[in-house]
């Protein structure tokens, strides 16, 4: 238990967390999908496995009441619970990064069923640069190779579950990078039960979400589940990685 590194994260979560309407309303709004042209040939097929998802703007959601200071909260949590499991470690600078950040992606993709390339794309590179600077002040080259490993494996994963799965849009792979290489220099432990936990949320959230007629067809807003799964991750996935090995049969 790390109190005061819990103290100081959730600090910085509720900071950042309250721009993230801010962070929103600044996203270019996405682009309509083009009308097809009078001898476009409809296949009955496509339109059924890939329907149209409900668009809101970006300056709308922004606008939302209440919207700042329940992603402070939101973000603050996150941070507090990233602190109070890690302690005072390198791999902090990007973890408290991405609260803030998952936030801002979480409530986008709800809304529209969209993960914005604008603030996913900066994050790799944030993210690979703070992941550098914790190599060289830990100097494991381990955690550099499991870093690569779980970019590469992850990203692989959610390729052909894109390629395969209906409702699952192209913003779920670009943000499976992202985690994949947070969770992946952290430890194998967080690696697995993250990328797993996600997808578990996400594919029980459609059930639910389709019960509960918040989407009527096959797309579903699979980004807030991944950064869920993420977070769980980083908070057990050492712990249950040590108890799964300590006992084997």
Not at 49 to 65: R, S
Not at 175 to 186: D, E, F, M, R, T
């Amino acid at each position: 238990m790390h109190l005061d590194t819990a103290l100081v994260c959730a600090l910085i979560g509720l900071g950042s967390g309250w721009f993230v309407p801010a962070l929103i309303s600044r996203l270019p709004e996405p682009a309509p999908a083009p009308e097809p042209g009078p001898d476009a040939v409809i296949d009955p097929e496509r339109v059924v496995k890939e329907p149209e998802a409900p668009k809101e703007l970006y300056a709308d959601i922004a606008a939302l009441p209440g919207l700042a200071w329940k992603c402070a909260l939101a973000a603050g949590l996150a941070a507090a619970l990233v602190g109070l499991a890690l302690g005072w470690a390198w791999p902090l600078t990007y973890l408290v990064y991405l609260c803030p950040v998952g936030v801002a992606l979480a409530v986008v993709d709800f809304r529209t069923y969209l993960l914005p390339t604008r603030i996913i794309a900066p994050s790799y590179g944030v993210v690979a640069a703070l992941i550098l600077l914790s190599f060289a002040f830990e100097r494991d080259v381990d955690d550099l190779v499991r870093a690569a490993t779980g970019w590469a494996l992850t990203g692989l994963l959610y390729i052909l579950l894109w390629f395969f799965t209906p409702g699952m849009g192209y913003g779920d792979v670009r943000l499976s990078g992202v985690l994949g290489l947070a969770l992946g220099y952290l430890g194998w432990g967080q690696l697995t039960l993250g990328v797993w936990l996600g997808f578990l949320l996400g594919g029980l959230s459609w059930f639910v979400l389709r019960a509960l007629r918040v989407t009527t067809d096959r797309n579903y807003p699979a980004g807030p589940f991944m950064l869920l799964g993420a977070l769980a991750g980083v908070l057990w996935g050492a712990d249950l990685l040590s108890y799964v090995l300590d006992n084997r049969p």
